[in-house]
């Protein structure tokens, strides 16, 4: 399997990071190049790159496309002609040097916008974003979502048409859902019900699409996060990027030869209601011992306060500022279970980076240390050698980010057509 092509010599160190390049290149390369050289495919491409670049040079183009200059200088004239993309002349190059300006492309789009929405165990988040990506509006509330599914739609709506009318939108080309449980990218339907409970016999491609009148597409929330760390986090510029949520629950997500891997039906990175062994504490989904209910922010914040001798509000609740002895060892350890999952993980994929999001693991400090002393104590020498344990760039917020930037990418090839 092609894709799956771990760095083996440590020559991928982070200090080495090269610009990422097109998120769909290794597919073009091994497709036939025939069907690959079709005028649409060469647009859509083109698209994308100028999108997750944030703006780039003809030159840029010839090199990522493998095309020669006047089949770039045809492809550009024809988008700049459109008013989808628009050029920029700089006036010197970047270094400074005396000779002709470069242009610049930028993405302008077709004008509409795309929206995401994050449902979390415990809240609804919606954004608006451009074309580019750019998010011009976004707004969260709590919510139920795990007991209450039709609320959960009726408030990604309210909120939606809320910054809708904000912005002064005119049109949105696509919606993109992160559902923070098994859900099956393809079909959208959702495994395992234990998981999310109130959602038995709801298909949620089904509820969502009744209150979203443009295209929607859904997708575990954790992929989204990976996908929002590699495009605008943490992740930025490296193919290979091991992302997981710590919050109401614990799930995983991977970046791997710079391409989302979901599995066969969107289902890879579940890590959550992985059994622990040794442990016997009752999950959510009926079972005991999984490793969401030893780690994940609710199960830590209930044990904090148990120690605290008080009840922590999870609203206002923030890991940082846990610096009791009793405290820092409750963290400590969930950082040392996760971890020792982690390093199977890693063993697995052996990514560049582990970036670790959600309320829990985007803040803890001391959390993260046991994540790392975990992880470089089990997993294989090699493997450690280069990788970095990191926060989310983005703080809570990867999810929502990966989730418009996947609308837009989704966006692209209607608006191609167009
Ligand atoms: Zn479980």
Known sequence: MQWVNGSSSGAMALADRRPRSLLVKVEMNTMNAGVMGSRLRNRQLALNYIRQTGGCSRSDLMRELGLSRSGVNHLVSALIEEGIIEPQQEAQDSRGKRGRPSTFLNYRGSGGLVAGVDLGHGHVT???????????AEASESCDVDHDPEGAAQLARRLYDKLFAEVGASRVHHVVVGVPGPINERTGSLHAPTVLAGWINVRPLDLLERHFNVPVSLAHDA???AYGEQLRGAGRGLQHVLYVKVSGGVGAAMIVNGQRFVGASGLAGEIGHTTIQGTSELCRCGNRGCLESIVSADTIRRQLGLSAGRDYDADTFD???????AGVRILSEAGWSLGRHLSDLCNCINPQVVVL???????SDTFLRGVEQSISRFAQPGVVEDLEIVHSALGERSEIVGAVMLAVERAIPAISHE
Request: proline content about 0%.
């Open 357 to 363: 999001g959600g309320s829990l693991g985007a803040h």
């Open 319 to 325: 890991f940082r500022e846990i610096k009791d002895v």
């Open 126 to 136: 919606v954004a608006l974003a451009t074309l580019s990506g750019e998010i011009r």
């Open 223 to 225: 992929t989204l996060g």
